[in-house]
């Protein structure tokens, strides 16, 4: 009988949490956010991309929210083809397209641990179908991120439009130390 209302106990708990939305959801304390940005490549063309991102911590907007996994997903590439999800802990500051149409990534990190690199910033592009890590591009630095960086989770609109991106990131509340993700900065170009 003990073990009936046991059973029955765990089942009306998966049931509750079934009937949650999972955006609300807290996890072994890891939550997602995400939410739909326009994107524009050097040459001109827009895109949109959905980005995903998921971590631990940061219950109050200002507090210290810990990424474990960032993701990208081009969901339109204005007619190009689209590149693989990129997911992984780091920050993405830059999608882009090089001279010869291959698809690259920036990126940097957010919190330090892992990162075995002295230079701040990675470039991956994709070869055959999948991201792969490539020697850093010195051509970068001085260029300003084109996915965004002044990210506060609870406030992301669902969709980021361009004409939206300097007065989000102009806001007061941004501290001085988002304002490194501005640029890619030459004074950061130790061991790159």
Known sequence: MLKLKEYSLLLLGILC????????????????????????????????????????????????FEATKDEVEVVDAAGLNKPPLWSDRWAPMILDRDEQGSWYMVVTPIHDQGWNNRCPYRKYQVVNGAWQPVAFDQRLFGRRPNIEWFIRLKEMPQKLYLSDKPEWENDPRTSKAAHRYQIIAHQYRIDC
Do not use: M, Y
């Not at 890891?30 to 040459?43: A, G, M, T």
């Not at 063309?45 to 995903?52: M, Q």
């Open 17 to 64: 949490l079934s009937a949650c939305d999972t955006d609300d959801l807290w996890l072994d304390d890891s939550k997602v956010f995400h939410w739909q940005e326009q994107v524009q490549l050097s040459d001109g063309k827009v895109i949109w991309i959905e980005r995903r991102i998921a971590g631990n911590g940061g219950s109050l907007p200002d507090s210290d």
